[in-house]
């Protein structure tokens, strides 16, 4: 499947009808194919077209006929993992946080339950759009995500030492989880707009001088581990488009050459760019015994928490959750606290729903009608399969402890909302792979 997700070297042109648009012809179709295509597509979704520009219209809206055939035709799957991991996620936030707040055991719920309401309302609205729209915003979504993140170093919220939120009264909100769903908008766009540029050096180095913006920025608050996050996006966007393994091999020993640099070579001369408790991450990763009662005593808490879970769970006998041993058992522990309470059946059937999602989205990028489709949905499959690897392995000791909260089931309201406007761009791209009427794609049911 991975193959068939990377892009190809175009052959040399050789009059085979380069002035079309850039899609792969049908077996039914000429240049244009909207003629031919139209055999392929159910009669009932040919006559219920939305305007051109992705718009929607109020007479669409109110058709019963649309809505029909736009929920005959969603990845029912996709939709299954989605809500499945939604609800573990709320359902073990009230677990680990009922004891929290005095007289109030909803209360994580009640703030979860609202994000996920907003999340579900933008996944269907954006569901609902031609996704092709946004390839003409891209660089008005990549200022609005390094504008708002460098908002938040200026104007933010300071909690437990870190400027990451702004306050806007009635909530507040994380610019670096919006950023990374209009960075991959903005990513996908610029290069699917260098298709004929597979390969191209100039392109990969172009691409990771615009992420390196808002990584540095997001470190600065800092959180080190959305910064990766959003390396590793545009790291996926590069291959889907067809970069060169040597690219990435030059990446990867840059990156290489920076950790030495930053962790030996510099402090030598008195230059420090890692903060303390960073440092003291790193080192308690190797050897949490390091210190026990620090930098430490988060992992160890967490391994505890998940090897007194068992085969099947402790339930509300989970004392390393309910006596407040385990920390941040509603955010970066929550597979911890999950570990415990349901056993290693609990936390497998948690992984089995990330599997079906990233294997939907797997799929969706396959079978998607353009390249910006493609890469769209195969970012953002590799960006909720690394943010699960991370945060499972510091959860269990193999990884050190970064701050990536587990998709779709940790407490944080901007981030739920984030990921469920992912799902949305994933049914939206599907959508359109599979209901068609235009070689342009699916304009709704």
């Known amino acids: 499947m991975v193959r068939e997700l990377r892009a190809r070297r175009r052959p040399a042109l050789r009059g085979r009808g380069h002035d079309r648009e850039g899609r792969p012809r049908r077996q039914c ?33 109110l058709s019963p006929r649309a809505w029909r055939v736009y929920l005959r035709h969603l990845d029912w799957l996709l939709v299954l993992a989605t809500a499945g991991l939604v609800t573990y996620g709320v359902t073990m936030i009230y677990f680990a946080t009922r004891g929290d707040v005095a007289g109030h055991p909803l209360a994580y719920v009640a703030q979860q339950g609202q994000a996920v309401a907003v999340g579900v309302v933008a996944a269907v609205a954006v569901s609902l759009l031609d996704y092709e729209v946004f390839r003409r915003w891209k660089w008005l979504f990549y200022a609005v995500a390094v504008g708002s993140l460098g908002l938040v170093l200026v104007a933010g919220e300071v909690v ?12 507040s909100f994380q610019p670096s989880a919006t950023a990374l769903v209009l960075l991959a908008l903005a990513f996908a766009a610029f290069l699917a707009d260098r298709v004929d540029e597979l390969g191209s050096r100039r392109v990969t180095v172009a691409v990771l001088a615009l992420v390196a913006v808002p990584a540095l920025l997001i470190y600065r608050e800092p959180d080190f581990g959305s910064a990766v996050v959003t390396v590793v996006l545009a790291l996926a966007l590069l291959y889907f488009w067809g970069a060169p393994w040597t690219h990435f091999a030059a990446v990867a020993g840059a990156a290489a050459a920076g950790a030495v640099a930053v962790l030996k070579v510099l402090p030598l001369v008195g230059v420090t760019l890692i903060h303390r408790y960073q440092m003291d991450r790193l080192l308690v990763f190797l050897n949490p015994n390091r210190d026990p009662t620090g930098a430490g005593y988060n992992i160890i808490q967490s391994m505890i928490a998940v090897g007194a879970g068992g085969l099947g769970g402790r339930g509300d006998q989970a004392t390393q959750t309910t006596l407040d041993f385990l920390p941040e058992h ?69 990884m050190p402890v970064t701050g990536i909260p587990l998709p779709f089931v940790s407490y944080g309201g901007t981030a739920m909302v984030a990921f469920l406007v992912f799902v949305g761009l994933l049914q939206a791209i599907h959508l359109r792979a599979t209901v068609t009427s235009s070689p342009r794609g699916w304009r709704g049911p």
């Open 29 to 61: 179709g000429g240049a244009g194919g909207a003629g031919d295509l139209r055999r392929l597509v159910p009669r009932e979704g040919r006559r219920l077209q939305r305007p051109r520009g992705g718009g929607l219209t109020v007479g669409w809206v």
């Open 160 to 171: 437990k030492g870190a400027r990451r939120w702004i306050d806007l009264g009635v909530t």
């Open 330 to 398: 509603h955010t970066d522990f929550i597979f911890a606290v999950i570990c415990e309470r349901e056993g290693f059946v609990g936390a497998a059937l948690l992984l089995l729903l990330y599997g079906l999602f990233i294997w939907r989205a797997l799929r969706i990028a396959v079978a998607a009608r353009d390249m910006y489709g493609s890469m769209l949905a195969g970012g953002i499959a590799v960006t909720v399969l690394f943010q699960v690897f991370v945060n499972v392995g510091m959860t269990i000791g193999i």
